[in-house]
């Protein structure tokens, strides 16, 4: 037995938490990557049953999946695509699209034009991200996009911050330049719609950027890089059961490179899970900050001179693994513990990480 489990009951108090604190401004569940890794359809039902119905996704077919599920619901592509097959599939969705460029504004209105119909957009400015949207200084252009494009109905304008996990100084700084330029258009008598900015750490970080509405994906999950005061609860870990129990002799060695070498009689157990299913790896390569990596190098140079100890639970009680964590196997010591083959193992893995294994909500 192995699967990840998504605790039903602490992601839907996750859920209310994150609603209270948005008060009446409206919550776009982003559920990009399958939801997080834990299901786009189980995910977003919960979502739904919790009065979640704004949903933002990145793929033509979690669209399709949304839409099917719920017809009444608010879908927002946060991605700006000028392909008339796609414009085409998120239109019949009725889908909000974003437009990111002025060239992707001329695509979606011909599209539009040539169905007769009145395409729903969201304008995105590019304050920082560099993926997708219009400078702030040309505001000039986003301008042309409600003069000239007759079969374009904005509905939305937003933003998407780059470190607000980490620096609030450019997090403000981007947050400055967005407003300034909705109000540039508001100044000039265009209608915005709902202006939005804030993506997780933004919105438990900075209540006074929740503007119109907030774009929220790990919180839901409660993985955020700082402690948040919401209470938020970590969601999901990795269940599977003791394989195999024994007694190895003094100078016995364990897994690939023999990283451990027994220096006394110990009791041992094979865990199913390993580092294909997301188990103990690697986070140094996700780099964000010079301080991340020189905190990384130093991560490094302490595992190897003393290796770090990555635990599992087994009955209630911590346990070290043994040597190197394989691909699909484990060691860990049950020396010290009373336990037998089938009880139950817990592990510490990220849903974003997680690979091959069923999830269970519970
Ligand atoms: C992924 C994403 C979000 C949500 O980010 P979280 O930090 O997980 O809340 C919001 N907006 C955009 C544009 C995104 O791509």
Known sequence: ??????????????????????????????????????????????LHENGIDHYAVTEIKEAEVLRENYPDASILMMRSTADPAEINALMDLGVYLTVGSYETAVAINGVAAERAAIAQVHIAVDTGMGRYGFLPEDSDKIISVYEYMKNIKVAGIFTHFHSSFSNEKATKHQFERF?????????????????????????????????????????????????????LQRIGYAECTLEEIRWIPKGQTIGYAAGFKATRQMRTAVIGLGWYNGFAASRENDIFRIRDSIGGILHHLKNLLFPRRILVEVNGHKCRTLGHVG????????????????????????????????????
């Open 179 to 231: 407003t300034a330029v909705v109000e540039k258009l508001k100044t000039a008598g265009y209608d915005t719609g709902m202006a939005h900015c804030c993506n997780s750490h933004a919105f438990v970080r900075h209540p006074e950027m929740h503007l119109d509405g907030v774009r929220i994906g790990s919180a839901f999950l409660g993985r955020l890089a700082f402690k948040d005061k919401l209470g």
């Open 1 to 46: 037995m192995k699967a990840y489990v998504v605790e039903r009951d602490a992601l839907v108090q996750n859920i209310q938490a994150l609603r209270r604190f948005a008060g009446s401004v409206p919550i776009w569940g982003v559920l990009k990557g399958n939801g997080y890794g834990i299901g786009l359809v189980p995910f977003s039902r919960i």
């Open 327 to 362: 691909m699909v196997h484990a060691v860990v010591d049950v020396t010290d513990i009373d336990c037998a083959v089938g009880d139950k193992v817990t592990v510490a893995i990220n849903p974003l990480a997680v690979k091959g294994l069923r999830v269970q909500y519970r």
